[in-house]
Structure formats: C-alpha cells, structure tokens
C-alpha cells in the first residue's frame, strides 16, 4: 500500500499543489483584495473638565480599509472607529494629536486597515465660557411698498453663548433674520439665533442655549403726520345790513396721519358746516371736522370758529366845526 502510494509522488505533490494554486486564482477572480475609504469623525476622549476644543483642524479622517471584495461591500456605515487622546494636550496652544484608528466590533478578520490619512488633528483647547445677550430681529428682505413693520415681539430675549474665550468675545450680537419678502399681516414662527461678530460676520465654534427664539412681526401700512389747515364751512348769510369782515379759526392747522401718498394729496381739511344765517353780531362756535377718507387725526380734534359781522354802512357822525384861524 505504502509502496503503491510512493510511487510517482512528485508528479502527486505537483498536482496537489497545482490544485491549490487553481483554487486560489478562482477564488481571487470571483472575490478579489480590493480596498475601500470610510470618512469618519473624529471622537475625543479624556478631555479636561472644564475646558473645549476652541479650534480643530478636521473633524473628520479617511481610514483605508483593506479585504476581499464581498465582505468590503457588506461593511456597514460606522465600521471604523477613530479617536484621539486629549489627556496630554496643554491649554491655550495649538496641539498636534495622533488619531487612532479601530475596526467596529463584528468586522470580519479578512478586512484590515492598511492607512489613515490624516494621521493627526491640530487643536486648541480653551476655558470654556458663558455670556448672556439679547436677542436682536433683523427681518431679511423688504416690505411690500408703502407697508412697514411694527415692533416685534421675541421670546426669549435673551441667550447663552458657550465656547472658547476667544469665540465667545468675538461674539457682538446675536440676531434672528425672518424672511419677510412677500410677506404681509402677521409674521409668527420659531427662527435660528446667530452669532455674529462686529463685522456681521457668522462666529463658529460657539453654541447657543436656546438654539432658537420665537418671533411675532407686524407689517402694516407705512403712515407719517401731517398739519392740514384748516377751512371752515360757513353757510347762509348774515342779516340784511350786515357783513363778513373777517373769520378766524382756532387752531387753524390740525396734524393728521395717514399714508404718505395720501397725505401728499390733502392740504385742507373742512370744519362742520357753520350757520351764520340772520346773525346780526359776531358768531363763535366749536365745531368738529369733516371726516377725510383714508386719513384720520393725531388726536381728537375741535376748532373754534368766529365770524366778525360788522354793518355794511356806519351812522355819520357831527359835523365838526374848522379850527379858527392863529390870532398873529
């Protein structure tokens, strides 16, 4: 038996080992070593009590993973793990630290991780800091023409800025920016609180506790004030004998608001008709205004109205004798 076996066993070994090595092309051909990039975040650890990444170089790294091509294309999503140490960076001064890349657990052996790029971050750490502000509303966009808006409403009106010292004193005002154009009535909705530096320029790196502020906006008809003089209505006519010589008015310009295209139309406003018919004498009377349309007065407004009547022709009076002449 043993003998029979031993016979031509190099040819034997030969074909084994050719078998193999067929095996092995086959299954290279149907499922090949390929590679395949993952971008992932970054994940800090031991980061001092107290303190924040004020400035990161990337967030994120590539991590190449190498292995078959089956198992590369059923990798899930979050199949890497990088993570970089904190524990020895100083504060308040950039930092070089090294990133550690690992296979999620349940990652087949046949997959390895043959690169990482980049293989540090560069980072700052700072004090972390709070500051309150008020909260500013800065509508985007315009206001249908000859509308306004009104003083708006905003809840809360304030917030809190958390970030590195440096961030958070950069930080100048923090505004809510409703979109506006088009818009008319009422505008109500909860909007994104920024943080802007004096430049009004976008401050990154800080949060803002609340994230969002509620806003009421009003947008109603652009008005102004106007003095409007005042006519008064005089009707019928004195008794016979008897004129007009004069009519004053007190006072005799009321202000008035409206629109400004409408104000632009108006210059005189009329009183309550005023009845002089039979008068004999002065007539005085308070009267109201006639209403003007679209227009309306600042306040409630009375003007006094007098009406000198005077005779038409005066009685003459006694001759009066020449003064004699100068004795010499």
């Known amino acids: 038996m043993l003998a029979r076996l031993r016979e031509n066993l190099s040819y034997k070994l030969l074909a084994l080992l050719c078998a193999c090595a067929l095996r092995w092309y086959v299954d290279a051909q149907q499922n090949p070593i390929k590679t395949h990039d993952v971008h992932t975040t970054v994940v800090t650890r031991n980061l001092p009590t107290g303190m924040l990444i004020a400035d990161q170089s990337s967030p994120t790294v590539t991590v190449t993973l190498e292995g078959p091509l089956e198992e590369l294309s059923r990798l899930p999503e979050n199949s890497v793990i990088v993570t970089a140490d904190l524990s020895s960076v100083h504060t308040g001064r950039q930092s070089s630290v090294p990133v550690e890349a690992k296979l999620a657990p349940g990652i087949p052996g046949t997959v ?7 293989r540090t971050i560069t980072l700052t750490l700072q004090p972390k800091r709070k500051r309150r502000m008020g909260i500013r509303v800065e509508p985007s966009g315009s206001a249908p023409e ?3 808006f009104r003083k708006p409403d905003v809840a809360p009106v304030e917030a809190t800025v ?3 010292e440096d961030a958070v004193n950069r930080v100048f005002r923090l505004v809510v920016r409703p979109e506006v154009t ?4 009422v505008l109500e909705d909860d909007y994104q609180i920024r943080a802007i530096d004096d430049q009004k320029r976008p401050v990154d790196n800080v949060s803002l506790v609340p994230p969002t502020a509620h806003v009421r906006l009003g947008i109603i008809e652009e008005t102004t004030n106007k003095d409007l003089l005042v006519s008064p209505d005089i009707t019928g006519v004195p008794a ?3 004129k007009i010589t004069d009519v004053q008015v007190n006072p005799a310009r009321v202000p008035f608001t409206g629109r400004i295209d409408t104000l632009a139309r108006v210059g005189v406003v009329s009183t309550a008709p005023i009845d002089i018919t039979g ?3 002065d007539v005085v009377k308070t009267v109201t205004l006639s209403p ?3 227009l309306s007065p600042v306040a409630a407004v009375q003007v006094t109205v007098t009406v000198h009547i005077v005779p038409v022709f005066t009685a003459p009076g006694p001759a009066i004798a020449p003064a004699p002449p100068a004795q010499p």
């Open 240 to 242: 016979p004998g008897f």
């Open 292 to 294: 003007l349309r679209a």
């Open 146 to 148: 000859g509308y306004v």
């Open 112 to 118: 390895t991780i043959s690169d990482t790029e980049p």
């Open 182 to 185: 088009g818009a008319g009535g």
């Open 162 to 164: 958390i970030g590195g």
């Open 279 to 281: 008068a004999a004498q």
